[in-house]
T-cell receptor, first 114, second 113 residues
Framework: AQKVTQAQTEISVVEKEDVTLDCVYE???????LFWYKQPPSGELVFLIR??????QNEISGRYSWNFQKSTSSFNFTITASQVVDSAVYFC???????????FGTGTSLTVIP | NAGVTQTPKFRVLKTGQSMTLLCAQD?????MYWYRQDPGMGLRLIHY???????AKGEVPDGYNVSRLKKQNFLLGLESAAPSQTSVYFC????????????FGPGTRLTVT
């Protein structure tokens, strides 16, 4: 079974639209960490955010916001007023404290159309 | 400050050949990682290192070996390449363990024919 599921394979939006990228995870650990990474067309992955399992506060950073809900095992990512530079593949990831493993989702390819 | 670098950027191998990918980081990070990225699969952890001289298996370790003789370097070896190992390989490092953010290299595109 997938540890991290990103059901949206590809999304296209028109510039300035808001878009939400979904991430659902599966773990039995009580201590775990969730991440989002961005992979622009250049190929190199860039860290966006890290959340531990004890901190369910939503986070906002500029046009980016994250909604962490343990009750639904989800860690969704919203881009407000999308821009062409947001076009990239976005990966959600899970780190489990026990077992010392790291799992990426399969990624969501976002295209922002000017 | 180069961050994480990978050598080479591209490589073509024939089935059965061997090769070593080199990863270097200049951030004095303890942990280093090797991933492979395949279409539709995301990134999968191959091996990682928790410090100089220590390595551990990831999700997909078979067919690969690693070594960390120096803190700043992490080598990924393929002893007998197979077409199934055609992939893009990424190296990463983090200040401490897997709960920390990882810094990625630019990737190595490997084709095995």
């Amino acid at each position: 079974a997938q540890k991290v599921t990103q059901a949206q394979t590809e999304i296209s939006v028109v510039e300035k639209e808001d878009v939400t990228l979904d991430c659902v995870y599966e773990t039995r650990d009580t201590t775990y960490y969730l991440f989002w990474y961005k992979q622009p067309p250049s190929g190199e992955l860039v860290f966006l955010i890290r959340r531990n399992s004890f901190d369910e506060q939503n986070e906002i950073s500029g046009r980016y916001s994250w909604n962490f809900q343990k009750s639904t095992s989800s860690f969704n990512f919203t881009i407000t007023a999308s821009q062409v530079v947001d076009s990239a593949v976005y990966f959600c990831a899970l780190s489990e404290a026990t077992g010392n493993q790291f799992y990426f989702g399969t990624g969501t390819s976002l295209t922002v159309i000017p | 400050n180069a961050g994480v670098t990978q050598t080479p950027k591209f490589r073509v191998l024939k089935t059965g050949q061997s090769m070593t990918l080199l990863c270097a980081q200049d951030m004095n990070h303890e942990y280093m990682y090797w991933y492979r990225q395949d279409p539709g699969m995301g990134l999968r952890l191959i091996h990682y290192s928790v410090g100089e001289g220590t390595t551990a298996k990831g999700e997909v370790p078979d067919g690969y070996n690693v070594s960390r003789l120096k803190k700043q370097n992490f080598l990924l070896g393929l002893e007998s390449a197979a077409p199934s190992q055609t992939s893009v390989y990424f190296c990463a490092s983090s200040y401490w363990d897997l709960s920390y953010e990882q810094y990625f290299g630019p990737g190595t595109r490997l084709t095995v024919t």
